[in-house]
């Protein structure tokens, strides 16, 4: 799945890329193989050397590339729940707490 969090300003009082100075979203993917972020990035108008490989491998947008993300499925998140899903250490830990919560058998009483 592809993901774009809210736009908005992560400067932090920094200098940034007129670009950005309005503001920034990330476009990033749960998925370990980056390739369709890669060929959805491309659709944008991205190019690939504008590429972030970092803790959690993104693609910096401005205002009309969040907007054009959207309009072409990628799915809003906040910035808390994009690195939850996106993050490679995160995503082992959600897989772990998904398997242990399914093997894990129900002792309550109704």
């Given at each position: 799945?592809?993901?774009?969090?809210?736009?908005?300003?992560?400067s932090?009082?920094?200098?940034?890329?007129?670009?950005?100075?309005?503001?920034?979203?990330?476009?990033?993917?749960?998925?370990?193989?980056?390739?369709d972020?890669?060929?959805?990035?491309?659709?944008?108008?991205?190019?690939?050397?504008?590429?972030?490989?970092?803790?959690?491998?993104?693609?910096?947008?401005?205002?009309?590339?969040?907007?054009?993300?959207?309009?072409?499925?990628?799915?809003?998140?906040?910035?808390?729940?994009?690195?939850?899903?996106?993050?490679p250490?995160?995503?082992?830990?959600?897989?772990?707490?998904?398997?242990?919560?399914?093997?894990?058998?129900?002792?309550?009483?109704?």
């Amino acid at each position: 799945m592809i993901y774009v969090d809210t736009f908005q300003n992560y400067s932090f009082g920094k200098q940034v890329h007129p670009v950005f100075q309005n503001g920034s979203a990330h476009l990033a993917t749960d998925s370990d193989d980056l390739s369709d972020l890669h060929a959805f990035a491309a659709k944008l108008g991205l190019r690939r050397a504008w590429f972030q490989d970092k803790r959690i491998p993104h693609y910096d947008l401005n205002r009309d590339g969040w907007l054009l993300a959207q309009k072409h499925g990628a799915q809003l998140v906040s910035a808390r729940e994009l690195i939850r899903r996106c993050r490679p250490k995160q995503k082992k830990l959600n897989e772990k707490r998904v398997t242990k919560n399914e093997e894990r058998p129900l002792t309550h009483k109704l």
